[in-house]
């Protein structure tokens, strides 16, 4: 046998042999053309001009709309809270289903005045002392238009204005009581509702605050003191009318009445590190209830040299003027 046809039997006789002897034969991959680069996508700079304009509309609009529909319920209360009050200061005639009518027809018939000579104490202040009102509303409103309107940060964080809407939504409360109170007929509310409106009003002046958030400075800070130390006095105003005029707790003459909401006043005022504005506001409540009692008394000047609570009124005006001045 020639050796090329050797060879060739060598071959043909290889694969018999591998099954034979349970070998596996070597199998080559056909070689595949390379692969083209796929052209660069889009998909990436896409979605970069995507959050870019988003981005910027929300900093220029969206932003801002949240913020005021943050402080959208402040705002609504304060403005209930000011209709309550102007219409309590005004006569009862006007036009029917009208708008102002429509949310204040709840007031009653006794207007501010009408409820301190319906219910009168020897602690009640001149009229001139509740011209305040105005004043903390006048605040008020300046504070959080500037805090939803101001650049960058709002002044007043989500939790002060939530605080500041349920303090007035007391205070419209109280007054609606207080317009619907008649002589003999002294509703429990009028003294329940207005110790709330101090306790949330002064929320966002509590030091633990200071752990959460910055406590408000400037403008806001003389908003919420000056509410909050005006209606803690009035809420001791309205706890001595409850014991003088309620009639739930017998044997309160009026004396006794004057002397519970001085004791709580005095408690105020001997409170250290009070701020100028707090000071003024006890200053100021104290003097209006000295000047009406100078005025009823000045018929008969030895009736009120035998008043325990007068002569105590006097003391304790002394002295918050001396802390207003001194400190």
């Known amino acids: 046998m020639t050796q090329p046809r050797l060879v060739a039997l060598v071959l043909l006789a290889a694969p018999a042999a591998s099954l034979t002897l349970g070998t596996t034969p070597i199998r080559v991959a056909p070689v595949r053309p390379p692969l083209r680069a796929r052209p660069p996508t889009l998909a990436a700079p896409y979605e970069e001009q995507v959050d870019d304009a988003l981005d910027l509309v929300d900093e220029t609009v969206t932003s801002r709309v949240v913020r005021l529909a943050n402080h959208a319920p402040a705002f609504a209360s304060l403005s209930y809270f000011g209709l309550i009050s102007s219409s309590m200061m005004m006569p009862a005639q006007m036009p029917a289903y009208n708008l102002m009518y429509v949310l204040t027809r709840s007031v009653g018939p006794t207007s501010n005045a009408a409820f301190a000579a319906t219910f009168p104490t020897l602690v009640t202040p001149a009229n001139f002392v509740f011209l305040i009102w105005p004043v903390i509303a006048v605040l008020q409103l300046a504070t959080v238009t500037w805090s939803a309107l101001r650049p ?176």
């Open 152 to 327: 960058g940060r709002p002044s007043l964080a989500q939790p002060d204005l939530s605080a500041l809407t349920v303090a007035n939504a007391a205070a419209s409360g109280w007054l609606l009581v207080a317009s619907n109170s008649m002589p003999g007929a002294l509703p429990f509310l009028s003294f329940g509702l207005l110790p709330l409106v101090p306790l949330f009003a002064g929320y966002p002046l509590r030091d633990f605050r200071s752990a959460f958030s910055a406590p408000p400075r400037g403008l806001s800070a003389v908003a919420l003191q000056t509410f909050s130390s005006f209606t803690t006095i009035a809420s001791f105003l309205a706890l001595a009318v409850e014991l003088q005029h309620g009639g739930r707790l017998p044997l309160f003459p009026a004396e006794a009445a004057a002397a519970v909401f001085l004791a709580g006043v005095g408690a105020v005022v001997a409170l250290p590190g009070r701020s100028l504005v707090k000071r003024g506001v006890n200053a100021l409540a104290l003097t209006g209830i000295l000047a009406k009692r100078l005025a009823a008394g000045a018929a008969a000047p030895a009736s009120l040299a035998l008043s325990l609570s007068f002569v105590a009124t006097v003391g304790l005006w002394g002295w918050a003027v001396k802390k207003l001045v001194a400190e």
